[in-house]
């Protein structure tokens, strides 16, 4: 009987299991989000690097470097056992002038069952292996296709007659010398 534990022990053991899967979460989740950003701008082949590492919702800078700040966690609190999110953002200049135009998904992502399960916006979750690399694609081709589901859900919007009186603004133009 002197392997038997006292329930203090049991639950010590049961925070210490709990806290050692929801580290391992946390980094692996967070290696992974740093992996997608980088692999993206070479998936993109794009002549710049334009892809940023962003908090998944708020007000955002994608020429900022957030670091860990790009993360769903709060580092002054108890990491949890939960889902981490993070946001991609993409920058495309205009063709047209000096400008950019830019946009984000949030990206939620854990570890389950010795793999992760990656989601980003509603399409459908993609599993990637924890061994990540040279596995990344799907997550890269499942971003596209929420990029670009956006860009023509807006198109779409903008030519739909029900929308013709929504709201909007009228740039103040220089007046034309007479």
Same mark, same amino acid.
């Given at each position: ?9 049991? /639950? ?13 979460? @946390? ?32 007000? @955002? ?5 957030? *670091? ?39 990206? !939620? ?6 793999? @992760?399960?990656? !989601? ?9 292996? /924890? ?18 589901? !956006? ?7 903008? *030519? ?12 103040? /133009? ?5």
């Amino acid at each position: 009987m002197a392997d038997e534990q006292t329930p203090y022990e049991n /639950l010590r053991t049961a925070i210490s299991a709990y806290g050692e899967a929801a580290m391992e979460n @946390f980094l692996r989740c967070r290696a992974f989000g740093h992996a997608v950003a980088v692999g993206l701008n070479g998936y993109l082949k794009a002549p710049q690097a334009c892809v940023s590492l962003v908090p998944p919702d708020g007000p @955002f800078n994608p020429a900022e470097t957030y *670091g860990d700040k790009a993360f769903s966690y709060d580092p002054a609190r108890p990491i949890r056992l939960e889902p981490i999110a993070f946001g991609i953002s993409v920058t495309v200049p205009n063709e047209e002038d000096s400008g950019s135009l830019w946009i984000r998904s949030a990206v !939620m992502v854990e570890v389950k069952d010795e793999r @992760f399960e990656v !989601m980003v916006a509603n399409q459908p979750i993609v599993r990637v292996p /924890l061994e990540f690399t040279g596995n990344l694609e799907p997550v890269y081709e499942t971003l596209m296709a929420e990029f670009l589901r !956006m860009f023509r859900k807006e198109l779409a919007d903008f *030519g739909d007659p029900k929308y013709q009186n929504r709201i909007g603004f009228v740039p103040l /133009l220089p007046e034309e010398s007479e």
